[in-house]
């Protein structure tokens, strides 16, 4: 169950205040709101500015063994679960059977979740619609159908399917179809000899849930599997192939589909997906396209069903008993990410149901009644006068970098009013949706938790499918309020929810500069995801066109190459390096915000000196704001899956790595020529 959605997300968690009551009196970290107790002072900030600033904090922080990692952001997911744990256990609490009200269908889901005898007692049967419509398929076509029906039951599929904004005709929606069926991180993972002990637990994996599910020759089947898998990655676009809009625009008919990809029944699969009836498709990584065809027609009907049975199997182990969520968690959060125990039940039923990582972008969270937790959790943890402040922090944001797009000095008249344009148009979106969800056709039983995981499925794509026939909602968000994240969508809007509105991202009672390192340059990174290498693409009405003259996108694609450049040469891992190609839109959208932030702030204290608190200047603390929020370590599995297939650099070099290029950074730390960050004037990289 998955969805597709083209935005550009900062990938940071949050933290709750309490509830919704006034601001509090005093900082969360006092006495000012930075982490006084968290500096290394041994280190020079112009060799390590991340060290500098975190490393009282690396020392005394362990990675918990249910987490790969240990992250102010993992600090601040974990006490968001505990006010939805507070809220669904709440909810659960004498749950009618089939409850009809949002609350109780909230309590009844996580009630489901947490009984894990009944879980025990129904055990595979809990997926016997799968299972059963697999081996019952009598080919390849009616197979194609049931991967058509994976956007509400558990079947995996060899290509996506999503609904979003035209993004040549912005005024309607489109159905966009896109490669998929890797069970692995990414590409390399199939390709790379490093990646070999990776793939043998995978095809371990894959046998293991097999075997539960009953299938035949589960051991021998699963190296087919693997192998299935890798024709797919082989015939893929890379991470960075698949990051350019303009070369995923392809509109094509039904009819053009199937002649340019024979070998899978293309009807079959739309009219599973409720999308027969469409005229026009927006075909993403079309040359891969005929590829993964030929892969799955010439692959055997029987690998084809082992294939489909196990990602079911995959797709669902959450929800199935301990045998199956055990295999997946020593795989998936064990292998891959080097995560040592299971997080406790109550926090995997909050991600069931619609936990604090619910996006379109998080595959596990498709399903879920989200935006029903959503609800239930702005009504009693998010502060109405946070909606206000960051509102007015955002008009704060955009004066400052309407002024850097105004005095840009290597953009062209012509192009510098069209980004004005965009700026002013940019529509921004803080705390929650303005209309919610209506989940009154949802039935949810307390007794069923995979019926209520394809219920919630269900009514989401319903939902999509139904809107899609409409015009064009631009108050939509694809964030749900709890979530600790913010983005920039094809809206060309810039969405920041309740989760991530919070210390130390957002603190009332923090010293302003704090605030303005921390979420004002998280403003100005979605801002500035507008103007990064895929998002300069979209103009002003959400609508993708060329509106840069040559002589300013050459000078655009100098400058970002030369960022680029540096990141290359960053190795969180030994023997594997930041992709700059990958990275880069974040890379420039994190050097945009820090840089619009610090030009805020200056703005806002209207010619008069920055106070100094804890012998520390107000630029100082600006830094110090955003250096503090990228604060955590990771298992080495976990630092290397990410750098690998994350479009995000590794925390330390989100600091380090755009410090180095922001002039004033030189001058409140004092960095000399000769330290390890130091860039010559002339040679750090000015962008936005």
Known sequence: ???????????????????????????????????????????????????????????????????????????????????????????????????????????????????????????????????????????????????????????PSPFAVAIDVDLKHPDRYAVYLSQSGLGLPGIDYYTKPDFAPQRTAYRTYAAKLLTLAGWPQSDAVAQDVLAFETGIAQASWTEVEQRDPTTQYNPVTPDQLTASAPGFAWQNYLTAAQLGDRSSLIAMQNTAFPK????????????????????????????????????????????????????????????????????????????????????????????????????????????????????????????????????????????????????????????????????????????????????????????????????????????????????????????????????????????????????????????????WTPADAAAFEARAAALGKQYAQYEPVPGIHINPQLTMGENIADLGGLSIALDAYHASLHGKPAPVLAGLTGDQRVFLGWAQGWAGKATPEEIKRLTISDPHSYRKYRVDGVVRNIDGWYAAFAVKATDKYSVAPDQRVRIW
Request: hydrophobic share 45%.
């Open 1 to 155: 169950m998955a969805h597709l959605r083209i935005v550009g997300l900062i990938v940071v968690s949050a933290l709750t205040v309490g509830a919704a009551v006034a601001a509090p009196a005093s900082p969360y970290y006092p006495p000012f709101g930075l982490d006084l107790t968290a500096f290394d002072k041994t280190a020079e900030p112009g060799n390590d500015f991340f060290q500098y600033a975190n490393g009282g904090y690396l020392a005394r922080t362990v990675i918990p063994p249910d987490q790969p990692m240990a992250t102010r952001r993992s600090d601040m997911t974990d006490r968001i679960e505990a006010h939805l744990h507070l809220i669904l256990d709440d909810a659960a609490r004498n749950v009618p059977l089939v409850p009809n009200d949002l609350r109780g269908k909230v309590g009844a889901f996580y009630a489901a979740f947490m009984d894990e005898a009944r879980i025990d007692r129904t055990g595979v049967h809990a997926i016997d619609p799968e299972l059963a419509a697999i081996r019952s398929a009598p080919d390849l076509a009616a197979l194609a159908t049931l991967m058509g029906r994976s956007t509400i039951d558990f079947y």
């Open 292 to 547: 993964i065809a030929a892969v799955v027609a010439h692959t055997p009907v029987q690998v084809v069903k082992a294939w489909m049975a196990f990602r079911s199997a995959d797709d669902a182990a959450p929800y199935l008993p301990a045998a199956f969520s055990d295999a997946r968690f020593a795989f998936r959060d064990g292998v891959l990410e080097g995560q040592a125990q299971q997080q406790p039940r109550w926090k995997r039923g909050i991600a069931a149901v619609g936990g604090a990582d619910c996006s379109y972008a998080v595959h596990s969270c498709f399903g879920t009644l989200k935006w029903a937790v959503g609800q239930l959790y702005v009504a009693r943890y998010f502060p109405p006068a946070t909606k206000a402040t960051i509102t007015a922090l955002v008009v704060e944001l955009k004066s400052a970098f309407r002024h850097r797009l105004a005095t840009n000095t290597w953009m062209g008249p012509a192009t510098k009013a069209e980004a004005l344009k965009k700026l002013d148009a940019t529509l921004v979106k803080v705390g929650y949706p303005d209309r919610w969800r209506d989940y009154k056709g949802v039935v949810i039983r307390r007794d069923d938790l995979t019926g209520d995981v394809r219920a919630g499925a269900a009514d989401d794509w319903a939902f999509v499918t139904q809107r899609s026939r409409g015009p064009v909602d631009r108050g939509e968000w694809l964030l749900a309020p709890q979530a600790n994240n913010a983005y920039n969508g094809s809206f060309n809007d810039i969405v920041f929810p309740a989760g991530i509105l919070q210390a130390p991202i957002f603190d009332a009672a923090a010293d302003p500069a704090i605030n303005y390192g921390a979420v004002g340059a998280v403003i100005g990174h979605e801002m500035t995801h507008g103007f990064d290498d895929e998002g300069r693409q979209i103009d002003a009405d959400g609508a993708l066109r060329d509106w």
